[in-house]
């Protein structure tokens, strides 16, 4: 799920760049954090729910 929301993400805010090449270290590192940011919600929220189910047993 991180992949498609973070390639979303990521072409929305920069697309252009990407269509034009013009990309910098900080747009790559902005892209890396765009992917980052859904994967640890997520994560966060999948080992939150095992936890509480486990609890629950």
Do not use: C, F, W
Not at 5 to 27: M, P, Q, S
Not at 28 to 33: D, L, R, S, V, Y
């Amino acid at each position: 799920m991180a992949l498609v929301v973070g390639t979303v993400l990521g072409l929305i805010n920069h697309g252009l760049d990407i269509i034009a090449n013009t990309l910098t270290t900080e747009h790559i590192i902005q892209i890396i954090i765009t992917y980052l940011v859904p994967y640890s919600v997520s994560t966060y929220s999948s080992v939150r729910s095992i936890l509480q189910l486990k609890n629950q047993a």
